[in-house]
Every structure is written in structure tokens, then in C-alpha cells.
């Protein structure tokens, strides 16, 4: 579990919390023991994933409504983005499960990584509270493109409203290899930059691009 630690970035008081929220049902129901499994887990860290990624968004967009950041949440914590932030720490290869899960290839499985990961954050969360835990979350969610969304629709609203200004995003720099580049991409009122970002893909480095943008006339976010 030490390599599992790693991965994760922290390192668990009591180990058995780490056990129980990799221990899925299946392998619970194959035990001659009767074992708890991670569902109960489950339910704790997807509450807490809830609130940091609420806080997260709130505190980072406040010009965002909440209509949109109902659907920005729901985004950066449906079961397909959680099971990506799982293949991130390699969770599949450390799961607990049944022979007939292992043998259909569960460890894959988006649904079993995604419930997993949210078992994680609640393990964390009774380990250490909830200050290890929002670091954890925000690993994953200052790396997704989807909470930067709203700086380029903001961008795009304000200048909508003098009739005949146009905005442009041009990339002015590409570095690195092909699994690790780096973007940096202007943003163009008319011909005029107005502000510039990079990223690790060209939308990172736009939605950047618009926050500078944004900052220069006078909106300021954390």
C-alpha cells in the first residue's frame, strides 16, 4: 500500500480505512469472513466532494450563476471524471474484488473506479479531516479544463455588448513532447492582444487567456 500512498500523496494514520475504501462488494461477498466493503465510504466522500467542489466554484467564479455552476459541478464529478482522476493514481491496479470482477475486467470498470475514488475522499476525510481531503479533491479539480469554463463565456458577454468587437484566440507558442506539451494562447480584441495564458491543452490556456483578460478590466478572481 506504501506505492498506493505515493500515488495518492498521503499517507494514512490507520491503514484499515486505506483497506475498506478499496475493498469493493464483490469481494466482500466472496469473503468466508464477514467484511465491510466500501459503499458506506462511498457515500461519506461523495458529500465532501460535493462541498469543496461547491466552495471551489463559488469562491473562484462570481459571476457565475447558479444554474451554471450546478451543471459545472455535475461535470467535474459524474462517474466519467471521477474514473479518469482514479486512472490518474493507478486505483484499479490496488481495488479489492471478487473473482467474477477481476475476471470481466473491473478494474476498468468507470462505475467501480468512480465509487472507489469517492470511498478515498471519505477514508481521508476520517483519517486526517477535512484539510487533507480538500487537497487531495483540488489535485484533481485544478487540473480539469471544465472549472475555467465561465471566464471565456464572461469574456465573450461583455464584449458582446459593444456591437462589432470581435475576440480571437491564437496559439503563439507549442513546447514539449507530444504526451507533455505546454500551450500558450492569446486572446485578441479585434487585432489588439488583451491578454494571454498557457496550459497543458489549447482550452486550459484560452480559458487563462480570458481570466487575464477579465483581470485587466477590473474582474478579479482567486
Known amino acids: 500500500m506504501k506505492v498506493f500512498e505515493q500515488n495518492i500523496q498521503y499517507t494514512f494514520k490507520d491503514k484499515s480505512l486505506l483497506n475498506l475504501a478499496l475493498t469493493h462488494s464483490s469481494y466482500a461477498n ?5 467484511i465491510a466493503y466500501n459503499e458506506r465510504l462511498e457515500f461519506l466522500g461523495d458529500a465532501v466532494l460535493q462541498l469543496v467542489t461547491s466552495e ?44 467474477g470482477e477481476e475476471n470481466t475486467g473491473g478494474r476498468e470498470r468507470p462505475s467501480i473506479l468512480a465509487d472507489a475514488f ?64 505546454s500551450f500558450t494562447v492569446e486572446v485578441h480584441l479585434n487585432s489588439n492582444p488583451i491578454g494571454s495564458g498557457e496550459g497543458k491543452s489549447k482550452k486550459a490556456a484560452e480559458q487563462q487567456a480570458a481570466k487575464e483578460a477579465l483581470g485587466l478590466m477590473g474582474y478579479h478572481f482567486r
Request: aromatic share 8%; hydrophobic share 35%; charged share 30%.
Open 56 to 99: 471551489k466554484l463559488y469562491k473562484e467564479n462570481p459571476h457565475m450563476p447558479e444554474g451554471k455552476m450546478s451543471k459545472t459541478r455535475a461535470a467535474l464529478v459524474c462517474e466519467d471524471a471521477l474514473a479518469n482522476y482514479s486512472h490518474k493514481i493507478d486505483m484499479g491496479s490496488f481495488l479489492f474484488l471478487g473473482k
Open 118 to 181: 469517492e470511498a478515498l475522499i471519505g477514508a481521508i476525510f476520517l483519517d486526517g479531516g477535512i484539510a487533507p481531503a480538500k487537497k487531495f479533491i483540488l489535485r484533481f479539480l485544478n487540473d480539469s479544463d471544465l472549472h475555467l469554463q465561465d471566464y471565456k463565456t464572461l469574456l465573450q458577454e461583455i464584449i458582446q455588448q459593444n456591437p462589432g468587437e470581435r475576440l480571437s484566440y491564437i496559439v503563439v507558442k507549442e513546447e514539449g513532447p507530444d504526451h507533455d506539451k
Open 30 to 34: 466472496e469473503s468466508k469472513n464477514h
